[in-house]
């Protein structure tokens, strides 16, 4: 038997004991992850400097080091988003589509744990976290397999989880962390069916990819990001350039973050100046398309910042940077907006700002992405945003979820059929 069966075994056992716990034991312990994350930031903090300084070593770029921070701030709200977890409904036992047969019997679905979950998962540490409080409070187990650049977070984080939960009547085993960056055990863990009853994974395209081609149980494929804004010729010009700010730099290393800004070719003259002013200031690397490039180059004396502008190559559509790096093409029309996002989009994000009614309904009703926003930023895609609390991953896939995967996203269902003695003739 390998370390990896042994881990499946012990997973499975935890899980039928998890599913049989409370509401409020469950919470508790949940609670009690949240006062930990900032009663042991110390050590926390420690372990991530050691991942930082060998990430800054091996020559990990800026993007990947900041998905891999995790400083005071982030686990204070790191900790908010568990308790924010924690206040949310139970879905397991959640009884919908009731309704009563012509025979008599009552008839509905009943929520249930999926059992155990496995998530592969690159740099970002919290994950851990927002993974193992999600399965918890679902009723599922966990296995836990993250990057060899985050494992003395990761492992800091694991040990802190599964120290709270055993003093909160709830199964240590419920979540494991394999603490082995042996790239063998990725192969060997995507051919745990017997064990694992769901796997996803949250890193670059590559792992995505070759989880979707490889793995034997059922598989959720995401978070390969590459989200449109196109700013629609009616867009109110303040709040075009305001969503296109946020979008592009609020965060810019992660999926929900804006990598295409198309823009109308009424809008553009006015538009697109504004933009590339408050990008300029950020830092933000623009690479357009030969109309938007003539129009940003005439005006760039104008702006004491500046801006940077390089031509864009076929390979910046459809390109997900996670940098401050953002690509622009002006359009005609709706129509051809929604032609360059059929080609390049990700199914991750995509939005349109706009003031004309039927522009939207257009746009959100042929549009086919987890999340379809109109006059909204494409970082509101989030499970924290959407009131989740977290989410295990973004699912760009149609089965069995789409979007931010919450509580109820990692149960399934069982029919209760209730009747007084029914037969069938």
């Excluded at 009943?110 to 690159?122: D, S």
């Excluded at 295990?392 to 059929?417: D, N």
Aim: proline fraction near 3%; include cysteine.
């Amino acid at each position: 038997m390998s370390g990896l069966d042994s881990i499946g075994i012990a997973a499975k056992k935890a899980g039928r004991q998890l599913a049989k716990l409370t509401s409020a034991t469950k919470d508790r312990a949940l609670l009690s992850i949240a006062d930990a994350l900032v009663s042991r930031q110390s050590v926390i903090i420690e372990a991530n400097r050691k991942d930082l300084e060998a990430g800054k070593a091996a020559g990990l770029s800026d993007a990947i080091l900041d998905r891999l921070l995790l400083d005071s701030t982030r686990l204070a709200a790191l900790a908010k988003d568990v308790q924010k977890v924690a206040g949310l409904p139970d879905p397991v036992g959640e009884e919908f589509d009731q309704k009563l047969l012509p025979n008599g019997v009552r008839l509905s679905k009943r929520r249930t744990p999926l059992g155990v979950i496995g998530a592969i998962y690159e740099s970002r540490p919290n994950v851990t976290i927002d993974i193992s409080v999600l399965c918890l409070k679902s009723g599922n187990a966990v296995i836990l397999r993250g990057g060899k650049e985050s494992i003395n977070t990761n492992t800091a984080l694991a040990e802190l989880v599964r120290d709270t939960i055993s003093q909160a009547d709830l199964p240590k085993d419920a979540v494991q962390l394999i603490t082995s960056t042996d790239r063998k055990l990725v192969d060997e863990m995507l051919k745990m069916k017997d064990y694992i009853d769901l796997l996803i994974p949250r890193g670059g395209a590559e792992l995505v990819k070759r989880v979707a081609a490889e793995a034997t149980m059922p598989a959720i494929t995401g978070g390969i990001g590459v989200c449109h804004t196109y700013i629609d010729k009616s867009a109110n010009q303040g709040m075009a350039v305001a969503i296109a700010y946020n979008a592009k730099v609020q965060r810019p290393t992660v999926c929900n973050a804006m990598d295409t800004l198309l823009v109308h070719a009424d809008a553009a003259p006015v538009v697109l100046p504004q933009v590339a002013r408050e990008w300029g200031k950020a830092g933000v690397e623009i690479h357009c398309d030969p109309a938007s490039l003539n129009i940003l180059q005439a005006v760039k004396g104008e702006f004491s910042n500046g801006f940077k502008l390089v031509p864009a190559q076929k390979e910046d559509w459809g390109t997900e940077f996670l940098s401050l790096t953002a690509s622009v093409k002006m359009v005609g029309s709706l129509d051809e907006a929604l032609l360059h996002i059929e080609e390049y989009g990700s199914g991750h994000t995509e939005v349109i700002v706009t003031e004309d009614y039927s522009a939207a309904t257009r746009f959100v009703n042929e549009v086919d992405a987890s999340a379809v926003m109109v006059n909204a930023s494409s970082r509101l895609n989030d499970g924290g945003e959407f009131g989740l609390g977290a989410e295990v991953a973004i699912s760009t896939s149609k089965f069995h979820a789409r979007g931010p995967m919450g509580l109820r996203e990692l149960t399934s269902y069982k029919w209760a059929v209730m009747g007084t003695g029914q037969i069938r003739n």
